[in-house]
């Protein structure tokens, strides 16, 4: 939980912490002229430091500076960063690192983080590069300077008053007053938010401008370009309603093919399902036929041998009655020659006429039947060919074909009784087959009938693959007209998907392909686009809107940190002037008991630019605590507040002061301690280092500030480097510094009882 000084300041309660200590220990290494590694723990209360001049005891008031944030040199009592690191002596080589650590008790959760314990490191090499880490996590500067604001801790205010720097109060500015005041009150945190919620608008209102200035450059650019693409945009609309157009008559072409293709393929399954069970049925009938081929009588393989010789029969028959006919015919002829006796038969003729008749007798011997065929007509063939003239050779060859005529006409006999016998034979045999036949033409006519019945439904399915392959033209089609417009059909596929699809009657198909026709010819009407001007015309829009958000992004995060800017303020400035009243109070009172009498107040300043306000106003006067915004215009009123400053308004008894320049430096030295016992009873910080500022008192008033400081150290704990013997004896535990012949400084502790 965090715990702001604005809570306090806001609830009028302030937390004091006397029951317990907040600062624990102190640790150096190699810091200036701590070479080797020194402890300071405090059990709380009141600190001393004493030792010589020169032992290092300011050191130890430069390191808890350092720790807290501060980043001059020049305020660490140096020339430049690398002065902070031991620099060596003639016996003590110098150092390449300083270090200093500061550990807290954090049970009672004042600082706003959730440990127990809180260690601040912070450490510096000589390439001049710092380290920063909070419970061993290494963090930035930026991150310890706001951790310490929250617990109304830094390097700006009173926590830490330097040697020569008790009339610090007195000398600084009135706005450095301020600035001392708003850290002990735990306000400095929010000035660090406002100054960087300032950064960031100060930032963000050069980017504004800048912003502002691109969209003024770019604006009368975008203006042209708009004139030149006017007439694309029209185009943009037309091919918008084109493809409107195109979704809802495509897609409702492609819902007709597969509604088609929808209701066929059921219809093909259908019958697929119905030409497996005829399968089915036709398998079974087969497998009826052929156990009934299977029960044949035992007659067959005789009426299949009978059959087989009477074929042998027939072939013999058939071709013995084709040889005697072509005899026949050749002896008629050669009856015609010889009785004409005008047939100058050469004996190249006759030659070719035995070739003949020696073809057709070579046919004969080719068959097993004839084997004394083919004796008796070599014989023959022998005589024709031997014979020379041509007239007996005439006569001789017709007696010779009518002799080889009777002896096939003598083969046709035997054949002829052999055939009757083979048909009685088989007229026997078959007796025994009617029924046979009778059931297997049965079964035989069921498996045909089964076939056809198969064959109609494959041509019912041939009819339907044609009405897919219909469709699937159609698709194909329609695929190409998509492909010509540089769509796709998933497109319209897509489209048929979407809820707003409605299918589209005949005569509205017909209107919408005339409105695409006509959207079609718009477009061509109005030509091609110049690519190069539409995508720069697109370009500067899309960078101009770019800009137009940017700017409203910018505005309104510049307005966010005015708000945020004036909140702060609210709160700085309503915590200040509530706490001033009450610091007033106990300043008054502590002047009082420094001085023996006297007065003392704060009050704020109104700076130059404040004073003519006041003056129109009627020239208010007697308005120092409260807000200026109660006298001012709100516009005017935030310059003020920016400038008010703390001024101081005194006077002591038995003395005139005209000024703080007239003070001398013990009274100086008083009024700023004055103040700061006032701060601190309204807002007591964790601890309070103070390094001799009770050197410029005297006797009475050294007692004065050890009673006070003793009195103080039940709520804040005090680190005092001091030469002064009240403040030590009112201490809880002291250090002593000192630095031998090696230039190093050495801790000697004692707890006094």
Known sequence: MEISGWHYLVSGVFLFYNSYMLLKRLELIGFKSFADKSVFDFPGGIAAVVGPNGSGKSNIIDAIRWILGEREAKNLRGGKAEDLIFAGTPKRPRMGMAQATIIFDNSSGFFPVDFNEVSIIRRIGRDGNSQYFLNKAEVRLKDIID???????????????????SDLFVRVTPQERRAMIEEILGLRQYQLKKHEAERKLKNTSINIEKVRAMIEEIEPHLRFLKRQTSKWEKLADVEKELKESENIYF??????????????????????????VKNNELEELKKTLEKVESGQPKQKDQIIEIRKKKGEFFNQRSEIEREIS?????????????????????????????GEIKEIIGNLLREQELEKIHGDLKILLDKISGATDASSKNKNEIGDLKAAKDVLMGKMAPIREELEKLSHSEEEATKGFEHFNEEFRGVFEKVEKKKEEIMRLDNAKNKLFFEIERFNLKKQDLENQCSQMGRSVKDFEDFMK????????????????????????????????????????????????????????????????????????????????????KINVEF???FNLMFGGGKAKLFLEKPEICKPL??????????????????????????CLKQLGIEIDLSLPRKKVRGLDMLSGGEKSLVSIAALFALISVSPPPFLVLDEVDAALDEKNTKCFA????????????????????????SDVLYGITMEGDGVSKVLSLKLE
């Open 326 to 354: 072509r005899l026949e015919v050749k002896i008629e002829f050669l009856h015609s020659v010889v009785a004409s006796e005008k047939v100058d038969l050469r004996a190249g003729e006759l030659m070719v006429l035995l």
């Open 588 to 590: 008054d009172k502590f």
């Open 147 to 165: 951790f310490f604001a929250k617990v109304r801790l830094g390097t700006r205010g009173l926590s830490i008053i330097n040697q020569g720097s």
């Open 614 to 639: 006041e003056e129109e106003l009627g020239g208010l006067e007697g308005q120092a605590a409260e807000p200026v915004a109660e006298i001012v215009a709100e516009e005017e009123e935030e310059e």
């Open 707 to 730: 009673d006070i400081v003793r009195d103080f150290s039940k709520k804040t704990q005090f680190i005092i480097v001091t030469h002064n013997r009240a403040t030590m004896e009112a």
């Open 251 to 276: 897609s409702n072409k492609l819902k007709e093919i597969h509604g088609g293709l929808e209701k066929v393929n059921p219809e093909i399954k259908k019958i697929d399902a119905e030409i497996s």
């Open 498 to 581: 979407n809820q707003s699809f409605a299918p589209v009657s005949g005569e509205d198909m017909f209107s919408l392909e005339r409105r695409m026709l006509k959207l079609r010819s718009e477009v061509a009407a109005i030509g091609d686009i110049d690519q190069t001007l539409l995508t720069e015309a697109r370009e500067t829009e899309t960078r101009h809107n770019f800009l137009a958000g940017q700017l409203g992004d910018l505005e309104k995060a510049a307005g966010d940190l005015g708000t945020l800017i004036k909140e702060l303020d609210e709160k700085i400035n309503f915590g200040f002037n509530d706490s001033l009243e």
